[in-house]
T-cell receptor, first 111, second 113 residues
Framework: AQRVTQPEKLLSVFKGAPVELKCNYSYSGSPELFWYVQYSRQRLQLLLRHISRESIKGFTADLNKGETSFHLKKPFAQEEDSAMYYCALRTGGTSYGKLTFGQGTILTVHP | NAGVTQTPKFRILKIGQSMTLQCTQDMNHNYMYWYRQDPGMGLKLIYYSVGAGITDKGEVPNGYNVSRSTTEDFPLRLELAAPSQTSVYFC????????????FGQGTRLTVV
């Protein structure tokens, strides 16, 4: 069965420091991975997806199939990055379309 | 274009009561999902649907039922509400599987007392 693990429930950094939010997945097929973000009092929204290999708001994430990881990184954190971050996995095969989320990481960026 | 709309936003239920959480989307999306969000537990998938007339269980389906009679609507039914169902419920939709974005509703905060 597919599984997404985010080992850190809470992560605190100071403004300007690098930040890395960890995500590991378990899935036997070809994974489709995403990072979603939930800012205070806002809806959950897509931050980035692995297929796009894009940088959004300074964040990047690289899929490492050997380590089954999809860590989210930003070289210089900003206070406005404070939010809840979720890693998500979409599966194919017999459960195609199923979208599974990790436990989430609350990021706090201190001034 | 309203996106994904959930009603109600808040609800208090007594143990044993039943209710339906409504979810509708106006983007003609095929895929729809129901999640519950518990503190420290992240988002747990309750049920999902890949099109009208097709639904499947997620990780935590017990105590819930869904139906998908139209593309737009995906209601979640709670029968015999229990305190363990106190949570924030989110509905989401996406156009297709694969790498397409899922759009979320604003959530329904449910308390069972």
């Amino acid at each position: 069965a597919q599984r997404v693990t985010q080992p850190e429930k809470l992560l605190s950094v100071f403004k300007g420091a690098p930040v890395e939010l960890k995500c590991n997945y378990s899935y036997s097929g070809s994974p489709e991975l995403f990072w979603y973000v939930q800012y205070s009092r806002q809806r959950l929204q897509l931050l980035l997806r692995h297929i796009s290999r894009e940088s959004i708001k300074g964040f990047t994430a690289d899929l490492n199939k050997g380590e089954t990881s999809f860590h989210l990184k930003k070289p210089f954190a900003q206070e406005e990055d404070s939010a809840m971050y979720y890693c998500a996995l979409r599966t194919g095969g017999t459960s195609y379309g199923k979208l599974t989320f990790g436990q989430g990481t609350i990021l706090t960026v201190h001034p | 274009n309203a996106g994904v709309t959930q009603t109600p936003k808040f609800r208090i239920l007594k143990i044993g009561q039943s209710m339906t959480l409504q979810c509708t989307q106006d983007m003609n999306h095929n895929y729809m999902y129901w999640y519950r969000q518990d503190p420290g537990m992240g988002l747990k998938l309750i049920y999902y649907s890949v099109g009208a007339g097709i639904t499947d269980k997620g990780e935590v389906p017990n105590g819930y039922n869904v139906s998908r009679s139209t593309t737009e609507d995906f209601p979640l039914r709670l029968e015999l509400a229990a305190p363990s169902q106190t949570s924030v419920y989110f509905c989401a939709s996406s156009l297709d599987r694969g790498h397409t974005e899922a759009f979320f509703g604003q959530g329904t905060r449910l308390t069972v007392v």
